[in-house]
């Protein structure tokens, strides 16, 4: 085996530090972040806070959460759906709750069990079946999931971090905070596991705070809080993050179904994408200016930002002429025009040209005219639904607004700058640049919104 923690192939990376967040600012976590998981398409990705809020990028669409609401414990962990249309947020003291097409257990003894030790991690299971451990290496199986064995009650070196299910769905391995591997079931655990022996010479830089399945084997890969990655049973190293300097800890890894792409999340926020095609869609780090309100600005100074791109002016970091689409593109460390991503890309124009256009999407069009304006990252790298539920809705739009377009509200798929008189200001398509179109020109109007 070869240990890999320390070797770094980096792809798409964000990685911004923040400031102490405040909740009642828009673009501030309220909680730190505590767990992400991968849309079965492997498009997209959901983060999760202690406090509850969701945080969707790529094709991760927004069902709700509990964000803002009273809690009896904090959040721990989120699991998608088979579909990708819904989500279970998990609580410490084993709470869970479900949104979109996500079915609550029917029966959850748990918040109502004096535990041992709190709930850690959840694994999905079949379509609605949910496997949670908890610190103490306790396995509790809800929806219709089976159990098969747990290290409750027995010696351990470390906590449990995490848990992660069979590709049969007959077993699940739980990890431990040394690296420690315990498979159940059908699980077949790694043939040779260095961790837990680094661990206990203390060359273990800091504790596993994550782990996910590789592909469609049993092969694993763990992640520490400085960032450095395990690839073991086989699986293949992706990426890691030991050689930079971390704003906050590593807590949550999440990989695609083929075990391609690599998702980090850090309790900042931030997000690290590894695997081809560049695969970073957004963080949620907290702009700029969270210990204060961002400073005014006017519609008038929103529409001047997005008529001086539209026209090739040089705009901050730009310096000028058209600025092109880029599936992806603005989405990086600082708003403005960046290279794009092929994931999740669609387009006619084959092969995918985002990876080598230096542009903006819609979504990173209007995050940079925002920045701009606002004089700080009011939105940072969401996409569309992550800046709608920033706003507030509006039946009688100014110059200023976003106009959003989509199935609705919380599955949106395009945004533009509104300018007045049905017009507005936008990154259409791939092929195009920044241009000024007519409102109507684009099927499925959501609504106005206002920062």
């Not at 699980?187 to 399945?213: E, F, K, S």
Request: proline share 7%; glycine share 18%.
């Amino acid at each position: 085996m070869t240990i890999l923690a320390f070797v770094t192939t980096m792809l798409g990376v964000s990685l911004v530090r923040a400031n102490p967040a405040a909740a009642a600012l828009p673009g501030c976590l309220a909680g730190e972040i505590v767990d992400v998981t991968a849309t079965p398409s492997g498009n997209g990705y959901t983060l999760v806070g202690g406090d509850g809020g969701v945080f969707n990028f790529g094709d991760s669409r927004f069902q709700g959460s509990m964000g803002g609401k009273p809690l009896n414990k904090p959040m721990v962990a989120i699991a998608s759906t088979a579909s990708g249309a819904g989500y279970w947020e998990i609580a410490a003291d084993g709470g869970v709750f479900a949104f979109g097409d996500a079915m609550p257990p029917a029966d959850n003894p748990l918040p109502g069990m004096q535990l041992i030790a709190p709930v850690v991690d959840v694994a999905r299971v079949g379509a609605q079946g949910l496997l949670l451990v908890a610190g103490d290496g306790g396995v509790f199986a809800l929806g219709g999931a089976r159990h098969y064995g747990s290290m409750a009650g027995r010696p351990l070196n470390a906590p449990m971090v995490d848990i992660v299910t069979s590709p049969t769905g007959n077993g699940y391995a739980t990890i431990a905070a040394d690296g420690g591997v315990f498979a159940f079931g059908d699980y077949q655990g790694p043939a040779d596991n260095p961790v837990p022996g680094m661990a206990a010479r203390g060359q273990l830089r800091q504790p596993i705070t994550g782990a996910a399945r590789h592909g469609s084997g049993f092969g694993l890969i763990l992640v520490g809080g400085d960032g450095g990655t395990f690839a073991l049973g086989g699986a293949t190293f992706i990426g890691s993050a030991a050689n930079l300097t971390l704003a906050k800890p590593i807590s949550g890894i999440a990989l695609d179904s083929a075990g391609t792409a690599q998702w980090l999340t850090g309790r900042d926020g931030g997000v690290f994408a590894y695997g081809p095609g560049n695969p970073f869609m957004g963080n949620a780090v907290s702009n700029g200016n969270c210990s204060s309100t961002p400073a005014t600005t006017t519609g008038v100074k929103i529409v001047q930002y997005a008529k001086d791109i539209r026209d090739g002016k040089p705009v901050t970091p730009w310096q000028g002429g058209a600025v092109p689409y880029s599936w992806g593109g603005g989405h990086g460390t600082i708003a403005g025009p960046s290279a794009g991503t092929c994931i999740g890309y669609t387009g006619s124009a084959q092969p995918c040209p985002a990876e080598r256009t230096k542009g903006v999407d819609c979504s990173g069009f209007t995050r940079w005219v925002y920045k701009l304006a606002y004089g700080t990252d009011v939105f940072g790298g969401v996409n569309t639904n992550g800046q709608l539920a920033r706003m507030k809705k509006v039946t009688s739009p100014l110059p200023g607004d976003l106009v959003f377009f989509g199935a609705s509200a919380s599955n949106t798929t395009h945004v533009g700058v509104y300018i007045g008189n049905g017009r507005m200001i936008e990154a259409p398509n791939t092929g195009s640049d920044v241009k000024e179109n007519p409102v109507s020109s684009h099927p499925k109007l959501v609504g106005y919104y206002r920062y």
